[in-house]
């Protein structure tokens, strides 16, 4: 199966070819502006945008971290939270110290990534798929795995953050490895 992924980060690449190694994956930097008001209308618009450039079966994704005590912050504006520039460490360093200075604990800093995916096929058919992982913000930066806010998330199940896990270990559980399957069982039956 051929796919072509609208996305230019190569750790989404990585991760995609990981868990779907049986699919052929390209991947072509979308140009449209994330302008949905959920994950699942940006990785469409995303999606909607490769397709139109280049046909055949395209696949979109939009994923974020969610903090419940920041009303589902930084949400859909997970990259571009301080600035699409600000490195993940500012950025991960000034979410902690945020629920720190709130005095949340433990459940308190209940939070969750998000990966909603849309799969256009050739004939212009939507499929959508979307998942989670949750867990909480840990109370530092830990681990070297992963990307984003890996290193962020404490998954109480685990006893350890996201960015300490194996990629093994990280594709069985995550947001993005759960939406990918789901997807993926999802094609096989319409293909």
Request: hydrophobic share 40%; charged share 30%.
């Amino acid at each position: 199966m051929k796919i072509t992924l609208a996305t230019g980060n190569k750790n989404k690449l990585k991760e995609i070819r990981e868990i779907w190694p049986e699919a052929e994956v390209a991947g072509v930097n979308s140009e449209a502006e994330e302008t949905g008001s959920t994950f699942r209308e940006n990785a469409e618009i995303k999606a909607m945008d490769v397709w139109n450039r280049t046909g055949g079966l395209v696949m979109a994704d939009d994923s974020g971290l969610c903090i419940d005590a920041l009303d589902g912050a930084p949400g859909i504006y997970s990259s571009r939270f301080m600035g699409e520039d600000t490195s993940y460490d500012i950025k991960n360093a000034a979410l902690i110290k945020k629920l720190d200075d709130m005095g949340l604990e433990g459940r308190a800093r209940a939070a969750h990534f998000t990966c909603a995916i849309c799969a256009i096929l050739p004939d212009g058919t939507k499929i959508f798929a979307e998942e989670y992982m949750p867990g909480e913000i840990a109370k530092e930066i830990r681990g070297t795995n992963g990307f984003g806010y890996d290193p962020i998330l404490y998954l109480p199940q685990m006893k350890k953050n996201s960015a300490e896990l194996s990629p093994e270990e990280k594709n069985a559980i995550s947001h993005r490895g759960k939406a990918l399957r789901l997807m993926r069982e999802n094609l096989r039956t319409i293909l």
